[in-house]
Nanobody, 116 residues
Framework: QVQLVESGGGLVQPGGSLRLSCAASGFTFRSYAMRWYRQVPGKERELVAGIASNGGSTAYADSVKGRFTISRDNAKNTVYLQMNSLKPEDTAVYYC?????????WGQGTQVTVSS
């Protein structure tokens, strides 16, 4: 059974940091590129960051470049999103997404709220 389980969301003040984790199981994690998306009610899901299957390359949305860092540990089947200098506009549900040979998978999401 394929599972992507996000964790690490919560309430944080502007300027603060959070680290999201996404634990994968049920598929060959090391063969899949991983992405983080976010979504605000009433808006389309937005791609935030992506990382290649071997971790060799990463990419970021302009809105988070320099503040967020995506990484992965293929030995632990986990992808991370380190979020620093958080802003109120980063408030959203964050989803991890696996893209691989002939299939894609989504997690259930974790809420991030940036507010004073």
């Amino acid at each position: 059974q394929v599972q992507l389980v996000e964790s690490g969301g919560g309430l944080v003040q502007p300027g603060g940091s959070l680290r999201l984790s996404c634990a994968a199981s049920g598929f060959t994690f090391r063969s899949y590129a991983m992405r983080w998306y976010r979504q605000v009610p009433g808006k389309e899901r937005e791609l935030v960051a992506g990382i290649a299957s071997n971790g060799g390359s990463t990419a970021y949305a302009d809105s988070v470049k320099g503040r967020f860092t995506i990484s992965r540990d293929n030995a632990k089947n986990t992808v991370y999103l380190q979020m620093n200098s958080l802003k109120p506009e980063d408030t959203a549900v964050y989803y991890c997404h696996a893209v691989g040979p002939g299939s894609t998978y989504w997690g259930q999401g974790t809420q991030v709220t940036v507010s004073s």
